[in-house]
């Protein structure tokens, strides 16, 4: 069964640092895309980061590129989110997906519907 995990959420303030994990089983994350999304109250999930699959290129949203940094291990099977100079405004459930032998380039966009394997979220709250 193929399932991703995430973690490493919680209360941070204005101008600190998370980083988020996203651990699989039951598949190899190195055959995947995996991209990191989020979703605040009331507003539409949208795409944060992602790794391609492959030579692995990454790819950012304008609202976090230069604050947040996607990477891989493939031996631990697990995929981070370094997040840094967190704003209130990143405060939301932060998800990972992953998609089979995706590639998508450092300008492509991408969004939910192109992955089809979910975590179950992990809150990200930044507040003084």
């Known amino acids: 069964q193929l399932q991703l995990v995430e973690s490493g959420g919680g209360l941070v303030q204005p101008g600190g640092s998370l980083r988020l994990s996203c651990a699989a089983s039951?598949?190899?994350?190195?055959?995947?895309?995996i991209g990191w999304f989020r979703q605040a109250p009331g507003k539409e999930r949208e795409g944060v980061s992602c790794?391609?699959?492959?030579?692995?290129?990454?790819n950012y949203a304008d609202s976090v590129k230069g604050r947040f940094t996607i990477s891989r291990d493939n031996a631990k099977n697990t995929v981070y989110l370094q997040m840094n100079s967190l704003k209130p405004e990143d405060t939301a459930v932060y998800y990972c997906?992953?998609?089979?032998?995706?590639?998508?380039?450092?300008?492509?966009?991408?969004?939910?519907?192109?992955?089809?394997?979910w975590g179950q979220g992990t809150q990200v709250t930044v507040s003084s």
């Open positions: 039951g598949f190899t994350l190195g055959n995947y895309a």
């Open positions: 997906a992953a998609a089979l032998r995706l590639r998508v380039g450092a300008n492509d966009r991408f969004g939910p519907e192109n992955f089809d394997t």
């Open positions: 790794i391609s699959w492959g030579i692995s290129i990454t």
